[in-house]
């Protein structure tokens, strides 16, 4: 499997599968959105009854040229569907109570967030707390605080959900009944592996959404997959390792042994340390960095990428020995950098017959 990073990456840009490889390039904060649909198909592929998830990009005016107090004429070439719907109505707006004055929403994004829920719900089969919080998670993405929200109906149990920005950016998701649940797109040229990139691409494109080093620079992600090509574990890990560096090294990795337990400690660190919205940037009354809540996606997030690199990685002659390199911190939130410059770590599965490659890069 190819580097495969967040679909949000601005350089070296994560090859997308169709149809969004057709349209408009979703924004950052509509990747997100994307992502979360991708996945929950994942993590919902067993429940009944099925269903199946739809993501359209395209444009529309923008709020300051045409504020949706009502749905706007010309719904299906603003939202990408074949004929005109017919029924719409308002589920979040921005609009100006007067001329001059700030735009200011139409209901309390909480309540259309709850609502969303309820909605997406009710076709979406969610049987576990990670699917539960995916779901919400989702929910609150769509009912974001700069968006304006239509729910469309076409006549059938589809549930349309138009989504556009302040520029005119649209997204539509739409989630429909189906005999089984339909997987994810994928690109036919990743071959045996192409699920599998579409799921990690959207697992790191979520964490990037949630992870961040400062106000600029996400939490960047890297993954690699291939062949074996030592005997000697080590020495495998240390091939890899030189192969998908983006400069010459210097010389070969300092590589240490790892367990899976540490591996999801020093992840967990990763994510409590980055998660921005668990700190306001004021130490009054904090004596310590908080936790993260038990059920918060991104603790389902990173626990899923693991899972699929242990599972990718082993065989029925057995798991894959775990190697580290670089900044990891297993022993907690004030584990320091062996290089106060250098917050970038890798994570080596080394398998029977295969090899994953897991960069980690907190550096800003």
């Not at 599998?196 to 494109?205: A, E, F, K, P, W």
Request: net charge negative; with cysteine; glycine share 8%.
């Amino acid at each position: 499997m190819d580097r495969t990073v967040s679909y949000t990456q601005s350089w070296d840009r994560q090859p997308v599968p169709a149809p969004l490889d057709r349209l408009p390039s979703p924004t950052g904060y509509q990747w997100a959105a994307v992502a979360a649909v991708w996945l929950l198909a994942e993590w919902t592929r067993d429940g009944t009854p099925g269903w199946r998830g739809e993501c359209v990009t395209a444009r529309a005016p923008e709020r300051t040229a045409q504020q949706w107090r009502e749905p706007p004429p010309g719904l299906a070439a603003i939202c990408g569907l074949p004929a005109e719907p017919v029924d719409a109505t308002v589920l979040l707006g921005l609009v100006q109570p007067a001329e001059r004055q700030p735009y200011e929403p139409t209901r309390p994004q909480d309540e259309v967030t709850a609502e969303l829920i309820t909605l997406l719900g009710t076709l979406v089969p969610v049987t576990d707390r990670r699917g539960a919080a995916l779901l919400a998670y989702l929910a609150g993405r769509l009912a974001g605080p700069y968006t304006d929200l239509l729910r469309v109906s076409t006549g059938g149990a589809d549930l349309h959900l138009v989504q556009r920005d302040s520029s005119g950016n649209v997204l539509r998701v739409t989630v429909a009944p189906a005999p089984a649940t339909e997987p994810p797109p994928v690109l036919a040229s990743d071959g045996g592996d192409a699920a599998l990139r579409t799921r990690i691409g959207s697992l790191i494109t979520l964490l990037a959404a949630e992870l961040w080093v400062n106000n600029n620079n996400p939490v960047k992600f890297r993954v690699w997959v291939g062949p074996r090509d030592a005997a000697d574990p080590i020495e495998a890990a240390a091939r890899w390792w030189t192969s998908t560096r983006e400069e010459e090294p210097e010389g070969p990795p300092q590589l240490r042994a790892l367990t899976v337990e540490e591996l999801d400690r020093g992840l967990y660190t990763v994510v409590r340390s980055s998660l921005l919205e668990l700190f306001d940037g004021s130490w009054d009354g904090v004596e310590e960095w908080p936790h993260v809540p038990p059920d918060h996606v991104t603790r389902h997030l990173y626990r899923d990428l693991i899972d699929q690199l242990l599972a990718r990685t082993t065989t029925p002659d057995g798991p894959p020995h775990l190697l580290a390199a670089g900044y990891l911190p297993i022993d907690g939130i004030d584990e320091e950098a062996g290089d106060e410059h250098d917050y970038a770590g890798t994570v080596l599965f080394v398998g029977p017959t295969d090899v994953a490659v897991l960069d980690i890069d907190l550096s800003s």
